[in-house]
Structure formats: C-alpha cells, structure tokens
C-alpha cells in the first residue's frame, strides 16, 4: 500500500505560478512512477504529468508543456508540479498516483492521493 498526500494548491491570480507536493508514505517510493492527474468539474480525469523512478524520463499533456514540470526527489518521498504560467482552464483538482508500470492514463496508476484544488482567477 502506498500513501499520497498532495499540498500546495490554493488561489492564484492568472499568470501566477504554483508548486504542489505529494508526499509518498507506505512501499519503496523509487519502485513507482508517479503521475499528476487533474479534474475540473463536471469533466473527466485528465493526465497532467508523469516521471519515471529515477525521473530519467518524463511525460507532460501537450497541453502543458513549457509550464508545468514534474520533478521528485526520492530521498524525500516526494514527487512535485511546478505550475507557471496559470490559466483560468487550469483550475481543478489536482490528484497524484503512482503506478508500478509506465503510463499517461489514469487507469495504470493503483494509488491515488485525495487531491488539492487549484483556482486560478481574478
């Protein structure tokens, strides 16, 4: 069993920026890859980012690339989303998960955290 718990999210002004955590608790964090994943209401779970377990290769939505980038540090249990450049589409719910395959779409990912809402307005 693998416990995530997210933190960092909150309001921000367009344009701003933010950086979630989701801390790792339970099995070996390095044997995973972890996700980010997001949901807006009323739409579908969405896949944001992944890195692999030594964050030798990472995967962004299209998206989202040039903004948002995913890092981890192992040492720490903790897999992070840098976020810039917000928009008012990027408000959701943001979940972390971690998955021992490789995969962009959230039926690989076994774990789940409970999310953290991002409101990005003005």
């Known amino acids: 069993q693998v416990r995530l718990v997210e933190s960092g999210g909150g309001l921000v002004q367009p344009g701003g920026s933010l950086r979630l955590s989701c801390e790792a608790s339970?099995?070996?964090?390095?044997?995973?890859?972890m996700g980010w994943f997001r949901q807006a209401p009323g739409k579908e779970r969405e896949f944001v980012a992944a890195?692999?377990?030594?964050?030798?290769?990472?995967y962004s939505a299209d998206s989202m690339k040039g903004r948002f980038t995913v890092s981890r540090v192992n040492a720490k249990n903790t897999m992070y989303l840098q976020m810039n450049s917000l928009k008012p589409e990027d408000t959701a719910v943001y979940f972390c998960?971690?998955?021992?395959?490789?995969?962009?779409?959230?039926?690989?990912?076994?774990?789940w955290g409970q999310g953290t809402q991002v409101t990005v307005s003005s």
């Open positions: 339970g099995r070996t964090f390095s044997d995973y890859t």
């Open positions: 998960a971690a998955t021992p395959q490789l995969g962009t779409v959230a039926a690989a990912y076994r774990y």
């Open positions: 890195i692999t377990w030594n964050g030798g290769r990472v």
